[in-house]
């Protein structure tokens, strides 16, 4: 079986000013720069701090990603920020069909696999997440829920979805506190990698890293990385404060 690096992604969602954004990034670095060859760690701030984040982080380990990403190269597309144009900027990941984005924004299924193929086909990192909502895990229907959100990976070639990090995210557990206990998120991960395998192919499922994200703090995430097919963490809240996010990079690789 392949190795899969394990991977620690900060979403600041609509947080930090200029100020805290420059403030994060030396004392994060300080705390991490020792755990760096063992992992990779990424940033996602608003856009309008992508190009400042790229500058900040340019001499250290640490990586960045948009929030989202257009559908399109150009066009006319008012609010949308192209991957053409985040590449430009140096960035070289992008967290796509977050529940915010899919449950608040209305992005559907269609308008999510739109976005994943425009950042494919420029070469970033994307980092699909998909995840149930309260009423679908307990009406049964979370494998359903999520087969029906990876669907849209069969119309890519495998060639294409090379880099592709999946991150499940359990809707009732975001900015709940309530996370999806370890053996939950592994019940899921597994049906996610043999999803991969069976749909796509087994060197690819082996290779694919699957993030846990929901409520993720550094009291639990040693247990949730214990998992076996849990990769990484995507996390909210917790990320905000570099303490808090280097402990749980340093928690989750068990150093
Ligand atoms: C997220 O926004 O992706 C997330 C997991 O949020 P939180 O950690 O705050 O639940």
Redesign the pocket.
Known sequence: MEQRKPLFIA?W?MNKLAQEVGAFVPKFNELTNIFSSKCEMVLAPVSVYLPKLVELTASTPIQVAAQNCGASKSGAFTGEVSPVMLKELGVHWVILG?S?RRHVFKEDDALVNARLKAALEEGLIPVF?VGEKLEERKSGETFSVIERQLKGLKDISENNLKGLTI?Y?PVW????GENATPAQAQEVHAFIRQWLAKNISSTFANRTRILY????KADNSAQLMAMGDVDGL??????LDPLSFGDIVKRGLNS
């Open positions: 979403n969602k977050h915010e997440c991150a995210e557990a975001i900015g709940t994200g929901g409520s993720v995507l996390v909210g809240g917790a990320s």
